[in-house]
């Protein structure tokens, strides 16, 4: 017998199994050509044969030597099952198996803690589905016609004075604005999250901005798009197409170098800066690229050499709120001569409402907006226990900001934008309207984006690979053999497709409740069958 | 749905035209209350016109809790019309015990005051007496403000004018402004503070429809000014946005309809003032109205207006001859108080569109 010892790693212990049938198989090669995680390859097994080799049925059984497709026993390079095995296939001979007894996280910490790409697999809890608009014009007032009415879906970037604080005069009867205010953009409710060029392919991140141009260009769309903290090409940059982009720092402050040197020969101001403080899938852990994925290319973008690449988890000599308000927000405002909204981002957290009160009351009224990722976005790279055990849900903590900008009159001076598994489970639309309902004025989407263009990921540990540079789908990798799986035409019009059903679901939604614009803080439009979410939102309950 | 109406008329007119020109309407506001408020009064207030008149329905207790406070704080009463009413069996109302409507004299010490001194302190005066007679549930008090009256009651709005001889028209009771309505809520409980018109400062509204934007502009409203309290009904908002944008922001009354109903974004873009109105959508993005709508406001000149939601989902029109001018939700409240006034002249107010009634009954239609 041979010699088994316990603490080998055997396929029984990796989150899926290869279902492999032998009988099916053509000895193509392409599922071993097309597995970017080496997780199968060819093996020359002995098997037991039945064949008949006359004229008439003589069958004989016997061993040969044959060659099989067969799952490596690897930590390293084990199956994610993202399937691509079973796509390439002609002869459905392949597929992987979801493993429910799998020692995968138990037995992966020998050089150190897990990393992965994705968003949370343990807290996939969805509020916003046991919640529905349940105000309905009937009778007192006539709902509203989605396709013959016109409907005003914009949301504010920048910071909103009180009415108090206008510098009006007026003259001839007229009002008339006799001193700057700050800057305020209205752009489409959905703004296309910061994932950066490194985190995604060039190409990826392409055919996003790509879908970025169309829908503003050709739909009449102003579809925002974030840059994430990478930097940006230097002929976008200096582009007309810059006014469509939020450029992000970070504590990194990736890209900012060659930011910097492009800003004398830009042509049109960014649409916004967005400071990242946090990120909802890994809040208080910095961003992080691996080495694996630090190409040339990204390299020259980013000026750094090839390592991983780790952006602190906060921003050197920030040690407060007024801090950042006054360094960061002021040298933001500053450089781009205070024509160009600056609005900040952070990870949802017990503490939000503490930083949203210290933003609103900020003398020098600075801040345009304030982000908060929620626990169920999604990440480039992190380590597993940041994914899974450190975050805060968004919803509530969207609603609580709002009250505490209602309670002290001050709701839409710094907009608020929700984010973190948005459209989820497919309909970014309807979870867009409930945040909106429930004091949002807008959303931020990056994983639903990621998953138009072809990521088959998914928060049941399917694929979550985004952080090894190996993505199947070419979008987070920089491995030019694996972009080429991404076309970057049908990835954008897929993106535009989805947008634009996204904007006829949302007058879909506003017309039964007789909204022509954005139901913002409208609460009393949306009713729970969940009596205790229903309490902690302030919407009623019904069952 | 409800149905409002308005009358300013030069010559002084009995309140019994306003339950004319509303009482064909009946069809579409079920007959369940009658309120109103006159303003530019004559009759029996005539020599008072700059005096604060107190317009109160209560109990026993109520109005002795009421001159308590004012005897407290220094008004002194000047003159006095307490209805004596007639209470025939059969009719349909659900009276107060008394209905007092009363002059007083500003303290001594206010006497010289500014004019926004005295506005304050006959708004905390009211709401010092809404709170005291809330407490005591002992009445409601409707308007404190010189030249104005209120009467809401409910029941059929024919057997509260009998109930009031207000079909009597003797003169004494008679005004040249009456805004009215004849329903009492019914979206929400019915309390006498929630039928309109609203009175504020000097300002009165009516509302014909529903504010789908209720929550929001409530949330927003209720830290603007102490005034804008009660919300018992959806259409107290546009009453105290007409407030805060006129009174308070002292913006000229245009910009009122941009406040409510901002135009589309595009269309903001193609203007002249587009900084101006951006800057005002997006700073009242929180007092914008939405859901089908028609209001009838009257403003401290006494200048009466209307206009409707954005895309005008509640009808509305404005009929004049040489003596008066009448807005009202349908036309055949105006055929029948003025059946000889030319059609052609009548006014169907678009969804863009302010018409403003000034003290010489001048029409002037504004667009947005």
């Known amino acids: ?543 | 749905m409800c149905r409002i109406g308005s009358i300013k008329s030069k010559v002084p007119i009995q309140p019994s035209k306003a339950l004319h020109l509303m009482l064909p309407q009946q069809e579409g506001h079920d007959n369940s209350g009658f309120a109103m408020v006159m303003q530019d009064l004559y009759g029996i207030f005539s020599n008072y016109k700059d005096k604060p008149l107190l317009s109160l329905a209560c109990t026993q207790k109520g109005a002795q809790l009421v001159e308590e406070y004012m005897d407290a704080h220094n008004f002194v009463q000047l003159a006095e019309w307490i209805p004596v009413p007639n209470k025939e069996p059969g009719l349909d109302i659900k009276a107060m015990p008394y209905y007092i409507f009363r002059n007083y004299d500003y303290p001594e010490d206010i006497q010289n005051a500014s004019k926004e001194v005295k506005e304050n302190l006959l708004l905390d005066t009211r709401l010092a007496l809404r709170k005291l007679l809330e407490e005591k549930n002992a009445g409601f008090v409707y308007s404190f403000w010189p030249d104005v009256l209120t009467l809401k009651e409910i029941g059929d709005p024919r057997d509260i004018a009998t109930y009031f001889h207000l079909w009597d028209d003797n003169g004494c009771l008679v005004a040249k402004s009456i805004v009215a309505q004849c329903r009492q809520n019914t979206n929400y409980d019915i309390v006498r503070y929630a039928a309109h018109p609203f009175f504020l400062q000097g300002y009165t509204l009516c509302a014909n429809g529903e504010n789908t934007f209720y929550t929001k502009n409530k949330e927003f409203q209720k830290s603007l000014h102490r005034g804008y309290i009660g919300f018992e009904s959806d259409s107290q908002c546009f009453l105290n946005t007409l407030h805060y944008v006129h009174h308070e922001l002292k913006w000229p009354l245009s910009y009122y309809k941009h406040v409510i109903t901002p135009l589309p974004f595009e269309e903001i873009d193609q203007r002249e003032d587009k900084e101006v109105l951006t800057a005002i959508r997006q700073s009242l993005a929180n007092l914008e109205i939405n859901g089908p709508n028609t209001i009838i406001g009257v403003l401290p000149s006494g200048d009466m207006m209307t206009c409707c939601d954005s895309k005008k989902l509640r009808p509305v029109v404005v009929g004049r001859t040489d003596e008066m001018v009448a807005i009202s939700s349908e036309v055949c409240g105006l055929n029948e108080i003025m059946p000889d006034r030319d059609e052609s002249q009548d006014i169907y107010p678009n969804e863009r569109e302010v018409v403003v009634i000034n003290a010489d009954l001048e029409v002037q239609r504004w667009k947005q």
């Open chain 1, 1 to 543: 017998m041979e010699a088994m010892k316990t603490q080998d790693v055997a396929v029984n212990d990796l989150p899926w199994i290869i279902d492999y049938k032998p009988e099916r198989c053509t000895m193509c090669g392409s599922c071993v050509a097309t597995c970017s995680f080496r997780a199968i390859h060819v093996a020359v097994k002995r098997r037991a044969m039945t064949v008949s080799e006359e004229g008439q049925p003589t069958p004989i059984k016997k061993f040969e030597a044959r060659p099989v497709i067969e799952q490596v026993a690897s930590l390293k390079d084990f199956c994610r099952g993202c399937g691509m095995c079973e796509r390439v296939c002609p002869n459905d001979a392949i597929k992987p198996v979801r493993n429910p007894d799998t020692r995968k996280t138990l037995l992966s910490k020998d050089s150190g803690p897990i990393k992965r790409g994705g968003r949370t697999n343990l807290n996939a809890q969805r509020t916003l589905d046991s919640i529905v608009v349940g105000r309905i014009s009937q009778m007192t007032d006539p709902s509203l016609d989605a396709a013959r009415h016109t409907f005003d879906i914009r949301a504010p970037f920048g910071r909103v004075l009180s009415a108090k604080d206008l510098p009006f005069s007026i003259e001839g009867g007229k009002l008339v604005q006799k001193k700057k205010t700050p800057p305020v953009h209205w752009i489409y409710p959905l703004i296309f999250s910061d994932m950066s060029i490194g985190a995604l392919s060039t190409r990826a991140w392409e055919a996003v901005a790509l879908a970025v141009g169309y829908l503003n260009e050709k739909c009449g769309l102003p579809v925002r798009m974030s840059s994430g903290e990478g930097g940006m090409p230097s002929n976008l940059l200096t582009s007309d197409y810059l006014k469509y982009f939020i450029i992000q720092i970070a504590s990194g402050h990736f890209g900012w170098n060659r930011i910097i040197k492009a800003m004398p020969k830009m042509v049109t101001d960014p649409a916004g800066i967005l400071i990242k403080i946090g990120q909802g899938a890994k809040p208080g852990d910095g961003g992080l690229l691996m080495e694996a994925k630090v190409a040339e290319h990204v390299q020259a973008i980013r000026g750094v050499p090839k390592a991983t690449l780790a952006s602190p988890p906060n921003h050197q000599g920030l040690y407060s709120i007024e801090e950042s308000v006054q360094k960061m927000h002021l040298s933001m405002n500053a450089a781009f001569g205070f024509r160009v909204p600056v609005a900040i981002k952070c990870a949802a957290s017990a503490t939000s409402v503490s930083v949203y009160n210290n933003l609103l009351r900020d003398p020098y009224k600075i801040c345009g907006g304030f982000f908060i990722d929620g626990i169920q976005g999604g990440t480039g790279a992190a380590n597993e226990v940041s994914l899974d055990h450190t975050g805060h849900p968004v919803v509530s903590k969207i609603r609580d900001c709002y009250l505490a900008a209602v309670k002290q009159g001050l709701q839409g001076e710094i907009p608020l934008w929700g984010g973190g598994g948005i459209g989820m489970t497919g309909n970014a639309a309807a979870d867009a309207f409930k945040m909106m309902c429930l004091g949002a004025n807008g959303v931020f989407v990056g994983k639903v984006l990621i998953q138009l263009l072809g990521c088959i990921g998914n928060e049941e540990g399917r694929c979550n690979a985004c952080n090894t540079g190996d993505c199947p789908t070419g979008i987070c990798t920089q491995n030019p053999r694996l972009v080429k799986r991404l076309d970057i035409d049908r990835g954008a019009q897929k993106i535009v497709d989805y947008v634009l059903a996204f904007d006829a679901e949302l007058k879909k939604l506003m017309a039964p409740i007789g909204n022509s614009s954005l139901p913002i803080g409208r609460s009393d439009a949306l009713v729970s069958t969940d009596e205790a979410i229903a309490e902690k939102l302030g919407i009623q309950y019904v069952c």
